[in-house]
């Protein structure tokens, strides 16, 4: 198997760093970090006014004290929200990241990021374009190779004729039809499995295709411990303890 398209570590942060910070915020990175984690996972998503900024949800509602959808709120109204104080007190006031902030972060800390393409609904090839120029600009002199994917296959596609070079996963929550072929079209290093369908003989599928198997969200040790003994290259988890680089007592990298 070619080992040259994936030089990440096999413990990847979900979000930054799980439960335990506020989501996909520089607070969860800087969380994560101090947890030995040396990747992030995160997402991506445009303001009203194109700004690459960091957002799960479609609307604000959930993890911030506002109202509505991102999409049509401007970078600096979104700017202006607080970020933190649905998780706790201590966090309130944390602010959203910009993408150019976190990228700013890891490269100077040497951390690795996941960037899942996150379009809001319409925004799908849009959004594939310009993250993959944000990235493409924002980590070019940067020794640390970005992983972007995306379960939105018009997204890749946009990625890809954006930046063919920076390396891209599939994700998916079941494999679409003629997956291998969907997966070879889009120049994929990887696929980004729900951990519901993995089993060794997909994974082992998978690589002979020299497509490497990263699996979410794996919380419980035994089950990270058997996904790695069937040669599962990463997972993404959201326990910053139990599954840490020390307490899994892993070798980060492959």
């Known amino acids: 198997m070619n080992t040259k398209n994936w030089p990440y570590p096999k413990l990847i942060a979900h979000r930054g760093a799980g439960k335990f910070a506020p989501e996909n915020t ?5 969380c994560g970090a101090d947890h030995g984690f040396e990747m992030f996972e995160f997402d991506a998503k445009l303001s009203k006014d194109n700004h690459v900024v ?3 949800d479609d609307d604000v509602d959930r993890t911030s004290n506002g109202k509505g959808k991102a999409a049509q709120k401007t970078y600096l109204e979104l700017l202006s929200l607080d970020f933190g104080s649905w ?13 150019a902030s976190i990228a700013s972060y890891t490269i100077e800390n040497g951390l ?5 393409i996150k379009p ?12 993959a120029r944000a990235v493409k600009t924002l980590w070019k002199d940067a020794d640390l190779p970005v992983l972007l994917s995306s379960f939105e296959e018009k997204t890749l ?6 930046a ?3 390396a891209r996963a599939y994700l998916c929550e079941a494999l679409p039809e003629n997956y291998m072929q969907v997966f070879k079209e ?9 951990d519901k369908i993995v089993t060794k003989p997909l994974i082992d599928e998978f690589h002979q295709e020299n497509i490497r198997v990263c699996v979410w969200t794996v919380n419980d040790y035994r089950r990270a411990k058997e996904l790695f003994s069937w040669g599962c290259d990463a997972i993404i988890t959201d326990e910053m303890e139990r599954l840490s680089p020390l307490s899994m007592g892993l070798t980060q990298y492959v």
Do not use: F, K, W
């Not at 520089?26 to 800087?30: G, S, T, Y």
């Not at 706790?88 to 006031?93: D, E, K, W």
């Not at 690795?112 to 899942?116: D, I, T």
């Open 54 to 56: 960091l957002l799960h």
């Open 87 to 99: 998780h706790s007190a201590y966090y309130a006031g944390e602010s959203i990241p910009s993408l």
């Open 164 to 166: 063919p070079e920076i």
């Open 112 to 116: 690795y990021c996941n960037v899942e």
């Open 26 to 30: 520089l607070a969860a990175m800087r």
């Open 186 to 194: 889009l120049g994929c290093v990887a696929v980004n499995l729900d």
């Open 157 to 162: 596609r946009a990625a890809q004729a954006e």
């Open 120 to 131: 809001c609904p319409g925004r799908e090839e849009e959004t594939g374009t310009l993250v």
